[in-house]
C-alpha cells in the first residue's frame, strides 16, 4: 500500500507562488507515473501536471510556462512550483500515482486559494 501526503497550499494573491509537495509513504516516485490534479466544486477533476518515469511531463494548456513538475528520488517526494498564480487556479490540488496504467493511490488534497 502506498500513502500519498499533500502540503504546501494556502492562499496567495494573484501572481504569486506556491510549492506543494506530496510525500510518499514508500520509494515509488522514480517508478511510478506521478501527477497532479485539481478539483473545484461542481466540476469534474483537471488533470494539471504528469511526470513520466523517465522524466518526461506534460501540463494542461492552462497551466503551461507557469507550473513545473518535479520529484526528488532521495526524498521519495513531488512538488509542484506554482507561479504566476491566478484566481482560476484555485482548487484542491491532489497528487497521484499510476502503478498499473491507473492512478490507483491519491493523496488527501490540499487547497490553493488565489485572490484577486
Known amino acids: 500500500q502506498v500513502q500519498l501526503v499533500e502540503s504546501g497550499g494556502g492562499v496567495v494573491q494573484a501572481g504569486g507562488s506556491l510549492r506543494l509537495s506530496c510525500a510518499a509513504s514508500?520509494?515509488?516516485?522514480?517508478?511510478?507515473?506521478m501527477a497532479w490534479f485539481r478539483q473545484t466544486p461542481g466540476k469534474q477533476r483537471e488533470l494539471v501536471a504528469t511526470?513520466?518515469?523517465?522524466?518526461?511531463?506534460n501540463y494542461a494548456d492552462s497551466v503551461k510556462g507557469r507550473f513545473t513538475i518535479s520529484r526528488d528520488n532521495a526524498k521519495n517526494t513531488l512538488f509542484l512550483q506554482m507561479n504566476s498564480l491566478k484566481p482560476e487556479d484555485t482548487a484542491v490540488y491532489y497528487c497521484?500515482?499510476?502503478?498499473?496504467?491507473?492512478?490507483?493511490?491519491w493523496g488527501q488534497g490540499t487547497q490553493v486559494t488565489v485572490s484577486s
Open positions: 497521484a500515482a499510476a502503478s498499473s496504467g491507473r492512478y490507483n493511490y
Open positions: 511526470l513520466f518515469t523517465g522524466g518526461n511531463t
Open positions: 514508500r520509494s515509488i516516485v522514480s517508478i511510478y507515473t
